[in-house]
Structure formats: C-alpha cells, structure tokens
C-alpha cells in the first residue's frame, strides 16, 4: 500500500496542515484591533486592573488561537511529542516565510495606477496601507514566535505530565491544564518582548493589565472549545477504527 494511502498518514498530514494554516492566518490578521463589545452590541465592559482601565480590545489573531490549541491537543493525543513539536517548527518557519515574502512584496514598486485605485473606497494610497497591514514591527513578529514556541513547548510537557496521571479519561482536564500553564506564560511573552522591550515601552502595571485581560479571554474561549475536542476524538475513531486509534494513543502516550 501507498504511504499516501494510509489512513495514518493523511490524519496526520490533514491535522498537521489545518494547525500551520490556522497558526500563520492568527499571525497576519493579528494585526486588527477589534472592539468585542461593539462587536457583539453590547456596552462597554469598563475593566479596571493594576490601575488600568480601558474597554475589551482584542486583536483579530485571538479568534483562531483557541483552534490552534484544540489542534495541538488533538495531535498530541495521537502523535504525541514528536508530532507535536514537528508542526510546531514548521509552523514557525512557515511564519516566518510569510513575513519573508510579505517584507518583499511590500518593498516592490508599486503601479501608479494601482496606488489609487481604492481611493473611493477611503483607501487615497494602497501601497501605504498594504505597507501598514503586512508590514507588522519586528518586535512584534518575534515575540509572537518566541511565546508560541514556548507555549507549544511546554503545553505538550503539561499535557503528557497529566496524561500520566489520568490515562485516558479525563481529556478536558489535559487539555485545559496544559494550555493553562502554557498560554500563562504566551500572552506574557510575546507582549512583554512586543511592547516592554520593543519601542513603545509599555509600563508594567499596562502590560499586567493586557496580559491578564489576553490570557481571561483564551482561557474562556479554550473552556468553550473543549466539545470541539471530543468530537475531533470521535471523528478520528470513525475514521480510523477503535483498534487503530487506541493503538496510536498508546504510542503517544509513550513519547
């Protein structure tokens, strides 16, 4: 039989592919600041923490984070360490590409007529406006791939730690106490190396209120997912037969 042909195989490359598209879409739409209370039409939540007070604003990247961790759960259920950390760093470099090529596209020259041609829509200069969208800070760009990697790293520890202790029952609560830990110390990351050390030098009690505020949101938002993971389980059990998967759960338990 084909390598392609296997079941196994295309789970995996199925699986591995939704996470690094889902991964680089986060990067480059997290650039948008969204408003979540205008958003859903409801009043401002005036939140007030370590003297900071301020409305729910989110970046767009958080609303495909939380897939991001059901994904990783899911393989690390199946393909335990090694597929986890195998997609992790090609995500990154993925990312990385992206931006690469986003660096390059920015910097040709742009068409005279195509500069305009969005100008009746508010848009007076595209190639401005392409700059502003793709071209996030350097500051930014790295400190999202410093606290994913980290965060991938030590949520597939977490995870197989409690694995250890429940087997396999319990999914919910390995799922939810490795991204615990591991988005703890995301959210910190990445906006203490983005806007702490980066040029906007953030004060600490602003950059406490964000993280918390980031870190509440993805928490809810990984909580709510959690029926997202059982039927991902399922789904692979109808696809590739009890026998099968119980056999690959078996070896990722094991590293």
């Not at 829509?121 to 071209?135: K, L, N, R, S």
Request: charged residues 15%.
């Amino acid at each position: 039989m084909r390598l392609v042909d296997d079941r196994t195989t295309r789970l995996f490359i199925a699986l591995a592919a939704f996470f690094c598209v889902n991964a680089v879409l986060a990067e480059f739409i997290g650039v948008k600041i969204f408003a979540l209370e205008d958003t859903l039409g409801i009043r401002p939540l005036e939140w007030n923490l370590f003297g900071q007070t301020g409305s729910l604003n989110f970046t767009a990247g958080t609303l495909l984070w939380p897939i991001v961790f059901i994904m990783t759960d899911t393989i690390n259920e199946y393909f335990g360490r090694r597929g986890v950390r195998f997609i992790s760093w090609l995500a990154a470099a993925l990312i990385v590409y992206g931006f690469a090529f986003a660096f390059i596209a920015i910097h040709l020259a742009p068409a005279s007529w195509w500069m305009g041609v969005a100008a009746d829509q508010g848009v007076p200069d595209y190639q401005a406006a392409f700059a502003a969208v793709f071209g996030q800070g350097l500051w930014t760009i790295w400190g999202s791939l410093v606290a994913f990697m980290l965060g991938q790293l030590i949520d597939v520890n977490i995870y197989h730690r409690i694995r250890r202790r429940t087997g396999d029952r319990q999914a919910w609560l390995r799922a939810t106490g490795s991204t615990a830990v591991s988005q703890l110390i995301d959210s910190f990351v990445v906006l203490y190396i983005a806007f702490v050390l980066g040029p906007q030098h953030w004060e600490m009690s602003l950059f406490l209120a964000v993280g918390t505020l980031n870190y509440l949101y993805k928490m809810l938002a990984a909580i709510a997912l959690i029926p997202l993971l059982y039927l991902a389980r399922a789904g692979i059990r109808r696809y590739l037969g009890d026998a099968r998967a119980t056999e690959l759960q078996v070896h990722a338990a094991e590293g």
